[in-house]
């Protein structure tokens, strides 16, 4: 997980986003001495992520206290108050909008995660996330599929080898791929080899791939595919899934199925922040 003061970053370039020269609009309604309450209200049962994100808004504009009522990775109803804020009535109005947007986003992405757990449950998969995640906001975003239940897949491509159809097709083989990376990479590092049909396994498997990647295959191939792998070294699921059919992937017992949705189409949560009183400080 990044460091407070990465988090603070990030949150420091989207207030510059959101208000680069200033809010013209509250400044010119709010008084700058005017306190005030207000409320963050969840509009819908989700899993909360982001609260440090919605945290860090305030703290970097200053002035308001944040009362939480939630953590990360809770499960929690509609119309729950999950915060509670007091201070300078200027920087809760200034911050609300990307508070918000942080916050619903990435709910929205442990949400969508937990769902995909749920419908595994009890089969030994695991759901892991992949590389398609915003700029810039990754680790956020990765941390939030770990509050919805899901795992994460490598980080970076610093963090391992995945060997895909386009590097098969540079290298002339899949075995001379893993050859080639198995060449360079030390030997604590893991090679997996992204296949797209069933007779790339065994050629992948024999020149020693520790992993194999089922990448966009029709049922019945992720069926016998897996058969092929089995007890042999692990095997992961990608392309292709969703709520409709994981389960029925998930009987076939791959060790991992991997979900780009998860953080490339996961809807924002509904929620509001709600002024509740206001007064001119002294």
Known sequence: ???????????????????????????????????????????????????????????????????????????????????????????????????????????????????????????????????????????????????????NHRFSLSDGVLIKDNHIEVAGSVSEAVRLAKKSAHHLLKVEVEVQKLYQIEEAIEAGADVIMLDNMEEEDIRRGIEIVRNRVPVEVSGGVNLENIKRIATYKPDFISIGKITHSARSIDMSLEVLASKKGK
Request: proline share 3%; charged share 30%.
């Open 1 to 151: 997980m990044r460091r407070e003061m990465d988090i603070r970053a990030i949150v420091r370039e989207a207030l510059r986003e959101d208000v680069p020269n200033g809010d013209i609009t509250t400044n010119s309604i709010v008084p700058e001495e005017m306190k005030g309450k207000a409320v963050l209200l969840i509009k819908e049962d989700c899993v909360i992520s982001g609260i440090m994100a919605f945290v860090a808004v305030f703290e970097e504009l200053g002035g308001v206290d944040v009362q939480l009522n939630v953590n990360d990775g809770d499960l929690v109803p509609t119309n729950t108050e999950a915060a509670y804020l007091k201070g300078s009535l200027r920087s809760i109005l200034t911050g609300e909008r990307t508070a918000l947007n942080l916050l619903m986003h990435l709910s929205g992405i442990a949400t969508l995660t937990h769902k995909f757990v749920e419908m595994v449950e009890g089969t030994g998969v695991k759901i892991v996330d992949t590389r398609k995640t915003t700029p810039l906001l990754r680790e956020l975003e990765k941390k939030a599929v770990r509050d919805g239940g899901g795992y």
